[in-house]
């Protein structure tokens, strides 16, 4: 069976970290449902590059359970997911179930909103390392971070490694090795 991923989309998410994502997971043979928060309706990223989600959010968690959820960051997509009750009941849901819950850059404050995963070691874009260690979490500098099922990155410039990461966490190594040559990704 397929490997299933949500993507959560809020106005002012980073489209970089955003359509690189979903591009190399379904090249990974992931299937990815883009979710927008507040509807399906097209999403206005954060450097006006207009988005089309898949579906809304409340639909695509009909449709649960997905293997990961993931959020990508830019700061006003980020204050939206971590004011959205929704997004913290999935986070807290496919983290007790042990899915992969995998964060992007100011994506990582939502984990501190949502109280998910305190303690684990994580990243963030380099502006928010003293909000994610006053939130009770392990900082580290690396690019893309793995404790258990959490998986965090830095930046925009930190997304393709960020999404083999997670073509490796879902189809294993070989998969994301032999989507890189074709995409001239080198790590």
């Known amino acids: 069976m397929a490997k299933r991923a949500l993507i959560i989309l809020a106005e002012g998410a980073e489209e970089m970290e955003t359509v690189i994502t979903v591009d190399v997971l379904r090249r990974g043979n992931v299937?990815?449902?883009?979710?927008?928060?507040?509807?399906?309706?097209?999403v206005l990223c954060s450097r006006n590059v207009k988005v089309v989600p898949d579906t809304d959010l409340s639909s695509a968690l009909k449709e649960a359970p997905f293997d990961a959820v993931i959020l990508p960051g830019g700061v006003k997509g980020a204050e939206a997911l971590s004011n959205?009750?929704?997004?913290?009941?999935?986070l807290r849901d496919h983290f007790a179930e042990g899915k992969l819950v995998a964060t992007l850059c100011a994506g990582s404050t939502v984990l501190v909103s949502h109280g998910i995963g305190k303690g684990?070691?994580?990243?963030s874009h380099p502006s928010?390392?003293?909000k994610m260690v006053a939130g009770g979490y392990d900082y580290s500098e690396d690019r893309v971070v793995v404790d258990g099922n959490v998986i965090t990155s830095r930046a925009p410039g930190t997304t393709f490694e960020f999404a083999l990461k997670l073509v490796e966490l879902l189809q294993g190594k070989e998969r994301a090795d032999a989507i890189?040559?074709?995409?001239l990704v080198k790590l």
């Open 84 to 90: 959205a009750v929704i997004v913290g009941q999935t």
């Open 128 to 130: 928010f390392k003293m």
């Open 180 to 183: 890189m040559p074709p995409m």
């Open 120 to 123: 684990k070691r994580v990243t």
């Open 31 to 42: 299937n990815v449902t883009l979710a927008g928060l507040a509807g399906k309706d097209t």
